[in-house]
């Protein structure tokens, strides 16, 4: 008998997040009658380009490094319970992932676990690195560094055809957010390319689910104006979309959070530059009309999601080697720490021009002005402020010479002795960067692929 209803929980908003999650949304899934099943979402720009990097230099796998932390403990139970898995933890290399997943089901004795990959997102398999660099990028800067990869956005089709190849867990790289939960919506409903409505559904679900316990209520907390309970125990959400194109937002019974109107309204604008064309590879998503209601206890339904076909082109991100960022930090606390912390950044400016020190660095009183400020310190310079207090002093450099940023990082060390009283709780760190940038290409150059494991 056909499904009316599908349940998709989302265990992972960013690579990262919380591990203990599943359990409350696998036993939530356990009590629902239909198709089911668990997302990971942990891929962001810049994770997939950190991950690329990590490849690229030999430091990591080139797939998510916690994909053992969230697949591991709920293979079995997925399983036995009929519900299926779908992620990103692919990341920059998911034949690598595929074979770990692989590994992992074997030594918990699941033989007869299918797994899918959904590879095609490497524009460098396709085409050269010459010719990505001549691309117009959307922010307007030129693609002018190394190139340590180009991935562009998937869409659902891949991942519904993987399900339809009947994985158990389907496993992906680049894709937009919404696909993971899409991509289910399409296989489950056999949706066409014509029936905006319900991609527009799916894609809503998706949009709302992809960030985890964001929509039941841990971002939209800030007390006392808006108080939400128990949010060390947060509960991940559950989406129940039908094949009518309603959509309910809840979460596990017993656990932390909530779920309301304003909860909901807020993840729906969240990243969505034009409420009326949210542009994703699947469909031009338009929730411009779309009605949310408290239908009880941490349940919010929306209806009117409408849909117009999807742009002619996919975007794709660039990412380009930017060398390393070096990281210093030194603490004054107590009567007169900020004039110290002051003079401790006067005393390094002026070291950085006697060592001839030529890489940008900025500086930072953390408390005072970090955040909102530039890198020429313009809000700390014409602000006044406690003299007494706790304030950090963050020195940040970026170079491709490691042994410009280590100078960097000694001359703060070196205020323990030199500098103004009190230095305490000196720490640096050195760590290789990337830069991004958006292009646009053509849909048919990406060579996408779904194979089993």
């Excluded at 010719?131 to 190139?147: D, H, Q, V, Y």
């Excluded at 056999?190 to 689910?209: N, P, Q």
């Excluded at 989406?239 to 932390?256: H, N």
């Excluded at 779309?290 to 082109?313: I, M, S, Y």
Aim: with cysteine; aromatic share 6%.
């Amino acid at each position: 008998m056909e499904a009316d209803t599908i349940f998709v929980a989302c265990a992972a908003g960013f690579g990262g997040d919380r591990f203990d999650a599943s359990g409350p949304l696998i036993d939530h899934l356990s009590t629902c009658s239909g198709p089911r099943y668990l997302i990971f979402e942990t891929l962001a720009e810049r994770t997939l380009a950190i991950a690329q990097n990590q490849m690229l230099r030999g430091d990591g796998p080139g797939y998510s490094e916690f994909l053992e932390r969230y697949l591991e403990p709920v293979l079995a139970d997925c399983q036995k319970a009929g519900i299926k898995i779908v992620t990103n933890l692919g990341a920059a290399n998911v034949a690598g992932a595929g074979t770990r997943a692989r590994q992992l089901a074997d030594e918990l004795g699941l033989r007869d676990f299918k797994i899918a990959l959904v590879e095609g997102d490497d524009l460098l398999s396709v085409t050269s690195e010459e010719a990505i660099s001549e691309m117009a990028t959307m922010e307007g800067n030129l693609i002018e560094r190394p190139l340590v990869g180009a991935n562009v956005y998937l869409g659902a089709r891949p991942i519904a055809e993987a399900l339809r190849l009947g994985a158990d867990l389907v496993i992906t790289g680049r894709c937009t957010d919404a696909a993971l939960t899409l991509g289910p919506v399409v296989h489950e409903f056999e949706v066409s390319d014509e029936d905006m409505h319900m991609l527009a559904a799916g894609t809503l679900a998706g949009h709302l689910l992809e960030c985890g316990p964001q929509v039941t209520g841990a971002y939209y907390a800030d007390p006392p104006y808006k108080n939400v309970p128990d949010l060390a125990n947060v509960g991940y959400p559950v989406g129940e979309i039908g094949r009518d194109g309603d959509v309910v937002i809840t979460k596990p019974c017993g656990t932390g959070g909530l779920v309301s109107e304003g909860t909901v309204k807020e993840q729906i604008l969240y990243e969505m530059h034009d409420p009326a064309n949210y542009l994703t590879p699947d469909v031009t998503l338009d929730v411009s009309q779309v009605n949310v209601a408290q239908t009880g206890p941490d349940r919010v339904r929306l209806r009117g999601a409408a849909g117009k076909p999807p742009p002619a082109t996919l975007k794709a991100t660039v990412s380009m080697d930017a060398g390393f960022l070096g990281e210093a930090e030194m603490s004054y606390a107590g009567p007169n720490a900020r004039a110290r912390a002051e003079l401790a950044i006067e005393i390094l400016r002026r070291r950085f021009q006697r060592l001839a020190i030529t890489c940008p660095v900025r500086f930072d009183i953390l408390g005072v002005s970090s955040i909102f400020d530039d890198d020429r310190g313009t809000l700390r310079a014409g602000e006044a402020g406690a003299g007494d207090g706790d304030f950090r002093v963050r020195v940040a450099a970026r170079s491709d010479d490691k042994d410009e940023l280590e100078r960097v990082a000694l001359e703060v060390y070196s205020l323990w002795v030199t500098g103004p009283a009190g230095g305490a709780g000196f720490r640096k760190q050195l760590s290789s960067k990337v830069k991004t940038a958006s292009v646009l290409v053509d849909p048919a150059l990406p060579d996408v692929s779904v194979r089993l494991v």
